[in-house]
C-alpha cells in the first residue's frame, strides 16, 4: 500500500468544509488540529495494543483497537480503521486466532502514519 492512499481524501475534504466561512478556522482547520492530537496520541494506542497482544488479553485488545478505529476512521485512515475493527472483533469474540496478522497490519501501517500525516498537515496549513 502506498502511503498517499492511506488517507480518504473525501473525509479530509469533508472536514476541511466544516471551517469554510469561519477565520478561527482560516489559521488552524479542524482537521488539522485532530491529526495533531492522533499523532500526539498513537505512540501511546500502539503500546498498549502491543503489550495487550504479548498478553493476550483479549478485553484490552478489543478496548485499544475500537480507540485507534474510532480516531483513525475521523482522520480519513479508512483502511488503518478497518483492520482495527477486524481486532476488535476478534478480542469481542476471546478468540485471539489470526489477531497476530491483523496486528502486524495495523502496526506495519502505524508505522508509516506520522509521516503521511505531517505532510498532510503541512499541505492543509499551506493552503
Request: hydrophobic share 35%; with cysteine; charged share 30%.
Amino acid at each position: 500500500m502506498n502511503t498517499t492512499s492511506l488517507l480518504d481524501e473525501e473525509i479530509i475534504t469533508s472536514m476541511k468544509e466544516l471551517g469554510n466561512g469561519d477565520e478561527e478556522f482560516s489559521n488552524r482547520l479542524l482537521i488539522v488540529q485532530l491529526m495533531t492530537v492522533y499523532l500526539d496520541n498513537l505512540q501511546e494506542r500502539i503500546k498498549e495494543l502491543t503489550l495487550a497482544m504479548q498478553n493476550n488479553d483479549a478485553s484490552i485488545i478489543e478496548r485499544s483497537a475500537h480507540t485507534l478505529k474510532s480516531s483513525s476512521r475521523l482522520i480519513g485512515l479508512v483502511s488503518l480503521a478497518e483492520d482495527c475493527q477486524l481486532l476488535e472483533d476478534i478480542g469481542f469474540s476471546k478468540k485471539l486466532d489470526g489477531s497476530q496478522e491483523i496486528f502486524n497490519r495495523i502496526d506495519t501501517t502505524c508505522k508509516k502514519v506520522p509521516e503521511v500525516l505531517k505532510n498532510k498537515i503541512k499541505e492543509l496549513e499551506a493552503s
